[in-house]
């Protein structure tokens, strides 16, 4: 059996008249699940569903322990508990995947 490569695609968001292609953003949020920070999680998951709608390509919920919450943008690390303490502003994470958009647009 001959290997064959398979090759991803990642699919952009459909640019209107004018507009170039926007490649999709994805955001993890890594959260205590033994912590009980899930309404957190739950409600910043809300605010970039609401602040972008389909400009997301995935908003991840992952459970993971030891006092964690991370939110990561494409990869990034925007916000992590354990490096500037506490719990992100909404607008903080908003404005890091708003970066994202605006720089996948140019």
Known sequence: MANSTMTQRVP???AFAGQAPVAPVR??????AECGYEQFTLDLAAALMREFAAE???I??????????D????GE???SMYRDGGFP???TIIA????RLAASAT
Do not use: M, Q
């Not at 955001?27 to 205590?32: H, K, S």
């Not at 991840?60 to 919450?69: A, L, Q, T």
């Not at 890091?96 to 970066?99: S, T």
């Open 96 to 99: 890091a995947v708003r970066d």
């Open 27 to 32: 955001v993890a949020i890594t959260y205590c």
């Open 71 to 74: 939110v990561t943008v494409n």
């Open 56 to 58: 997301l390509s995935k």
């Open 77 to 79: 690390l925007v916000h």
């Open 89 to 91: 502003e909404h607008e």
């Open 12 to 14: 952009t968001k459909k």
């Open 60 to 69: 991840e919920i992952v459970p993971w322990h030891d006092g964690s919450f």
